[in-house]
Structures are given as C-alpha cells and as structure tokens.
C-alpha cells in the first residue's frame, strides 16, 4: 500500500507559505520533473524505460494490468521501504532508476549540496536495488547514500497519493500546518519556534540543575578531569595540522635535499653547469647580433633567461640551506602529535574541536559551580520567556482563526466545482495554555458535513471513497502549494465519481499541472482526455511468464483507448467520435506525446 512520503520537520525547514499565483511567471521547463524512469526485474515488470513529460501524465489501463506496480516503483525513488517481495520471481534483484531533473532555484539542489552529492548538470539519478536475500543499496548520481536520507529527500521531489493512503490529510496533527502554509505570518511562526526552543533550553538546564546533589558532584568531578587533562595540552588553535605538516616535512627532508642538489648542481656547479653553457649561447647571439640588429631581441630574451635562471639557482640554495632533517625535532614532533591524538579520540575529531569542547565543559563546570544563583536566574528567565512565548502564540492563535475561516470559505467553493454543493468545511482549532509544541498553543482538526443538516465530523471518518478523493484534491490545490514545483502522484483519485464531476476533476488537475507535474492513474476518460501525456499499461503473457508494458499513446491510440474506457467493451464509431469530442475539449491541456521505450 503506498503512503504519502512526508517528513514534516524537513519539509517545513524548506517549505515557505505561497499562493498559487505566485508560480505562474515561473517557465514551464524549470519545473522540477521526473523524465526518466528505468525498472528491471520488479513485480511482473521485466524490463521497461519509459520517458515522461512535464505537465499532466495520465496513466490507464484495465483493473489489474499492474497500474500501481508503476506508482510503486515511483514511490520507491523518493524513499519508499522496499521488500524482497517486490524482485520479480526467480530473479535475485530488481532495480529501479530515474532521473529528476531540477531547476536552478529548487530547495532540492541546496539539500543534496549540503550533503555532498554533486548533480549531473541538471538531473539528479536516484537507483534503488532491491536484492532478494536482503543489501538493498540506494545511489544518487552514483554515490550511496541511506533510505533516512532519500526519504528526506524525496519529500522535496514528490508527493503521491493512494486511493487510501492520504496519512498527512487525515493525520489531526497536520492539519494546523496546512492552515500556517495557507495564511501565516512566517515570521511570526519563526519567532515562536525561536521562543519556544529557547524555552526549551532553558527548562532542560534547569532541569538539569535540579538533579540530586550527588549526581552534581559526580559531573562536577568527571568535568574536572577533562578540562585539566585538555588544558594540560596546552593547546594551539589548528596545532595538529601545523604538526602534521611538520612531519611530512620532516620524514621528506633527505629526499627533498637530493633532489634540490641535484637541480642546483645541474644549474650551478656542474662542469659546464646549465648557466655557463647558456652564458656562452648569450654571447655567441650577442656577437651576431652586433653584425645584425634583427638578432638584438633574441639575445635580449636569453639574457632575461640567464638572468631567471640565475635566481632559481640562489633560491634553490636558500632552500637548502632551511631544510631541517633533524632527528631529534622529528621525535619531539611525533610525540606531541601522539599526546594530542590521545586526547582528541576522547573528546573531539581536531585540535579546533578540541578546543571547542574545552570552552564547553568550563562553561558548564562554572554553571555548576554557582548551580544556586543559577537556578534563580533560569528560574526568571524561564518565567519571562514563557509568557513571551504565550503573547507570541496568541497572536499568532488570532492570525490563524482569521485563515481558518477564509480557508474554509475556499474549500466550500472547491468542492461545490466537484459536485460537493452543499458541503460544509471547518477548520476546528482549540488552544491550551498548559499542552504547547513549538507551533504555539493550538491544535487543529478539519471537519465536514458532505450533507445538509448533517454535525461535521474529523475528516478521518468520512465513508465515502470519491468524497475523500475530492476533499484531497481541493486542500491539495488551495493549502499546501509550495513556492517550488514538485511531482505529483495521485492513484486513482477518481475513485466512486463520474460524469460532470470528473470532467472538473480533470480540469483542476491539469491547472495543477502547469506549476508541478502530475501522474495520475484513472479509468475514467473525462479525466484521461485532459492528459498532455497519456499511457497505457497492458498485461500480458509471455511464454510461461507475465509481463507488465506501458506505452505513450499517440492521437489515434488516445482516441480508441478513451473510446474503450467509454463503451467498457467493444469500440463503435461512436464512441470513437465521442472521443475525439471529448479530446477537442481539453485540448488546451494536451501536448504531443513522447514515445516510451519498452522490451520485455
């Protein structure tokens, strides 16, 4: 079953609150884009490479042709956990590859730079391998990485949702960050997650203050140990790289010796040395160039060349005269290199480091020290940034109420265009001044009535599979649009709804399409004719075996492929025609295609 890959502390820190609007002088080919996909051994998937556009990708077929296998392989390149289950039978190791590409500005870029993973000119390539006996291996653009770091990573390239796996809609305690996404103050949510960390800190150190005294004792004496121990290194910033460098210096002294002799023999002292011989080049030319002043330039440059030459020798003299092969200096120099790696395995990777946690300790040790006078003042600060905190957070309890409200108003207007008329929307949020996270003291739940005269309820119990669908597609396009493009994955978002309600269906995914690129699966036609990119999957026997293919259809296969998903069975003219009807409507949203390439 497939879950909408979110990890919301990351998505947060990259996310910044955005309208619709706000993409639309962005050009269509910097939108983030999933353009290749590779799968081999997966599922009933023997071999297949498909290309995808940017837009709006529709994905048909008929129930069971292994539709989701391709939404699965997508959900596993931006972190989804893999199985053994999924390595196609009596192969040993599936393998699924694609390449996103990312404009100059996606958050993605910063993320993977953080990190050290180089891009491919634009593109990013994610390679997941699935291996039947277990050492599954996951690469971007070659290098391996871990599943907690892609899935991190992921939440920046797509987000796909199940026909019952919308986790993040449905989670209560989500529900208030699709409020702040939608109308916050970014800087007032700053401010209180500012506050409340400080507040944080501060009641741990106070905490910690409040240990019992011997536990105190017992720290106080371990940090004495280490600070002496430290402090008896006498310590310089960066000592152990000068050392170092010191000992290379020191251990290549001889070699360095016998080579610059030999260059300054060559140069200088041979017999004829590399100076005399050109001495009696320059005066050679310079009597020529007595008789025929075209030659006066040429003894000019080999006079300037004597004369580089004749210093590279004193230098190379100098240097002979500094380098210092002493024995005695090089044990000194090994041996405080020793004393410090010692003590850096304890506490720290560098001499800076070391340094670094040395200031720590005392810092903390003083803190102990005077634990009483320092209680009292965290005991006060802690007083005054609590009720910073709850002034912040009411105000920002207010700025939310008001976006409750027009949230509300918007989703109603959303879901009467999905044939949800009557709908009723709330944005129930409750506060405690007691219970508080770093969002502040409110807590958010979306409720709804599909029905007059009927109480809202949590979002969660709603029964109807096709009113959840729609209620997921409305909150997508008004509450959680970032100010970046991303791949969209909705599987069978059509599901429990027809008619004149999947035609809107298919016109507001294709207007979400112009700012991210979208793949659905469907089995209605009214939202497959609004496709830019339309596939088909088959399955389909091969000698002994099964086999999933998924091709881009041309105009004629689109119109015979909605012209079968119209008749349910045999394809008439007229259903044909109704097709290329229903085409000529959504028009605008179409494109040519790109063809696939596919083997068995």
Known sequence: M?????????????????????????????????????????????????????????????????????????????????????????????????????????????????????????????????????????????????????????????????????????????????????????????????????????????????????????????????????????????????????????????????????????????????????????????????LDSHLQSLSERLREIQFTLEEAAYELRDYLNQIDGDPGRLEMVEERLQEIQRVQKKYANSTDELLAYWARIKQELEALAGADQFGDELMRKTSELHAQFLRKAQAVSQKRRQAARRLEKEMERELAELAMENTLFQAHLTQSDEVFTEKGIDCTEFLISPNPGEPPKPLARIASGGELSRIVLALKSIATLENYPKTLVFDEIDSGIGGRVATTLGEKLARLAERHQVFCVTHLPQIASWARQHFQVTKSPLGERTVVQIRALDENQRVEELAHMMAGGAVTETTRRQARELLKMTRPASAPHVTSRRRH
């Open 2 to 290: 497939l879950r909408f890959i979110v990890d919301k502390r990351d998505v947060i820190y990259y996310i910044r609150k955005a309208l619709f609007d706000s993409l639309s002088s962005l050009p269509v080919q910097n939108l983030l884009m999933l353009k290749f996909l590779s799968i081999e051994n997966f599922a009933l998937i023997n071999h297949l490479e498909v290309d995808f556009e940017q837009g709006l990708n529709l994905i048909t077929g008929e129930t069971g042709s292994g539709k989701s296998i391709l939404i699965d392989a997508v959900a596993l390149l931006v972190g989804e956990r893999a199985s053994q289950e999924m390595v196609r039978s009596g192969c040993e190791r599936a393998r699924v590859e694609g390449i996103f590409q990312l404009h100059a500005s996606h958050p993605a870029r910063a993320f993977l730079k953080k990190a050290s993973i180089p891009l491919e000119g634009d593109n990013l390539i994610v390679r997941r391998e699935i291996v039947r006996e277990g050492g599954n291996r996951i690469f971007l653009n070659g290098i391996l990485t871990t599943l907690a770091f892609l899935t991190q990573l992921g939440t920046l390239l797509a987000d796909i949702h199940g026909q019952h796996d919308q986790q993040v809609l449905l989670d209560p305690s989500t529900h208030l960050d699709f409020i702040d996404r939608y109308g916050s103050d970014e800087k007032d949510l700053a401010e209180l997650r500012a506050l409340f960390s400080e507040l944080t800190d501060t009641r741990a150190q106070l905490e910690q203050l409040r240990r019992g005294e011997q536990e105190r004792l017992q720290r106080t004496d371990h940090l004495r140990f280490q600070i002496e121990e430290i402090q008896q290194l006498a310590l310089q910033p960066g000592e152990d790289l000068e050392l170092t460098q010191e000992k290379t210096l020191l251990l290549t002294a001889e070699r360095r010796r016998q080579a610059c002799l030999g260059a300054f023999d060559l140069l200088y002292e041979s017999e004829p040395s590399l100076l005399a011989r050109l001495d009696r080049v320059h005066k050679a030319v310079e009597t020529a160039a007595a």
